[in-house]
């Protein structure tokens, strides 16, 4: 094991530790008064996850290694969701490949590392969902509670495994989702924005329309939000669509109907069960050999991974 490993696996203890302290610490009833709670929040959780970016030179390998065969593919002008080497590599609707695009030119350019500069978009999402816990809560509970969960989502070794460990992007869907719950009571047309970036992001936030919906009073409100939900997914498809002459029912497809490997992916598996009734379901397979996952361990320079 490498000292980068050795130190990232220490330092996920330590964000163990500080998660259970906080947690202990806000069961005290005691009246808390932090006149900057936000920026203690902000110094805090940007420390969590800025040390294992720096730390560790990788992300998951497969992943990281999808991010630079689209962020190359992208810079030469060519469709992801149709060419041979990225076909299942970016199976969500075009907008972060933008931002693959950019760390890859920025780390070609520079001579940066491609991941640690890929994972600061994730790494300020997941920063800014404590920071947006923080001051909602200070709206609807006593300053204590929304001081203490804003630090404990900071410090919490999971969404750090997330952003800065692994490098995936869930962060930013999961942002833009917590806007739109917080923005529903006031406004449907923002709340229909928030999710509509949300799920142009990564197809999961739509699973929150429905309890949204619910919860607005008006058929008006409802079709607010139902539309610019929808509408902002399929203006994203249509402007990738022409810049890079794409086919929609590609793009559409390798979004919402991708499953990979072993085990179950989401909803994809529940249309599955749909395929002896209607056979437009029949191309979605739990298991797929071209996709299959050998479980053979193999101990690269950063560590053990699986291929």
Not at 51 to 58: M, Q
Not at 170 to 175: C, E, R, S
Request: aromatic share 14%.
């Amino acid at each position: 094991m490498t000292w980068e490993l050795l130190l990232s696996q220490f330092w996920s203890i330590i964000l163990l530790f500080g998660t259970l302290t906080f947690f202990r610490l806000s069961k005290n009833k005691n009246q808390l008064n932090v006149r900057y709670g936000w920026l203690i929040i902000l110094l805090i959780a940007t420390t969590a996850r800025l040390v294992p970016n720096i730390v560790l030179p990788s992300g998951a390998n497969y992943d990281i290694e999808s991010f630079r065969l689209v962020g190359d593919a992208i810079l030469q002008g060519e469709d992801i969701y149709t060419k041979v080497e990225t076909l299942n590599r970016h199976p969500y609707l075009p907008i972060h490949l933008y931002w693959v695009t950019f760390s890859q030119w920025i780390s070609n350019e520079l001579n940066i590392s491609f991941v640690k500069f890929l994972r600061l978009s994730s790494i300020g999402a997941d920063i800014a969902i404590a920071l947006v816990l923080y001051f909602s809560l200070r709206v609807t509970t006593t300053q204590r509670t929304a001081f203490f969960a804003g630090l404990i989502y900071a410090v919490n070794p999971i969404p750090v495994y997330v952003s800065a460990y692994h490098g995936q992007f869930d962060p930013i869907p999961a942002l833009f989702t917590l806007l739109a719950i917080i923005a529903i009571k006031k406004s449907s047309i923002k709340a229909g924005s928030w999710l509509g970036l949300g799920i142009l992001i990564k197809s999961w936030p739509i699973l929150a329309l429905p309890s949204l919906l619910i919860n607005l009073p008006y058929w008006r409100n409802r079709a607010y939000l139902f539309f610019l939900a929808i509408l902002i997914p399929i203006l994203g498809v249509f402007v990738y669509v022409l810049i890079f002459n794409g086919v929609p029912t590609m793009v559409l497809k390798r979004a919402l109907l991708y499953n990979h490997g072993l085990g179950v992916w989401g909803y994809t598996y529940m249309l599955s069960l749909l395929a002896p009734l209607l056979p437009i379901f029949k191309s979605i397979q739990i298991f797929r050999s071209h996709d299959s996952i050998s479980l053979t361990p193999r101990l690269s320079q950063h560590g053990i991974y699986y291929y």
